[in-house]
């Protein structure tokens, strides 16, 4: 008994991506590194006045750049898993949307109340 193999039909899924698409990826995936590491600086030279400002001692301010460090650990491998699970593209535009959404709570001025509290 002879057995044939026979390569499966090559999709569009499957073909290799042109040097423009991968640019294109390319440079949008580090466009958002980028993006992230200009908050990561701003906010680290940012952190001693915040940390002033609310009054707090210098082992509060490495706690605060400690659990910043662990909760980027503990995303890591969920972020992974849904990787696996989902959409590459879509999870990385999620990232993005989540990152300015943040970002622009965290920049809102008191006087426009941004927070409920000051209702």
Not at 8 to 22: I, L, N, S
Not at 51 to 61: D, F, I, K
Not at 68 to 88: E, H, M, R, V
Request: net charge neutral.
């Amino acid at each position: 008994m002879s057995t044939t193999h026979r390569a499966a039909p090559q999709t569009v899924a499957d073909a290799p991506m042109t040097k423009r698409e991968t640019l294109e990826a390319l440079s949008g995936l580090l466009m958002a590194l980028f993006v992230g590491l200009l908050s990561s600086t701003i906010v680290a030279n940012a952190l001693p006045t915040i940390t002033a400002q609310l009054e707090g001692t210098q082992a509060q301010y490495t706690w605060v750049v400690t659990a910043a460090l662990l909760a980027a650990t503990a995303a890591t491998p969920i972020w992974g898993k849904l990787a696996d699970l989902f959409s590459k593209k879509l999870l990385v535009q999620l990232a993005i949307v989540v990152f300015v959404l943040g970002s622009g709570l965290a920049g809102c001025p008191s006087r426009w109340a941004c927070s409920s509290d000051s209702a």
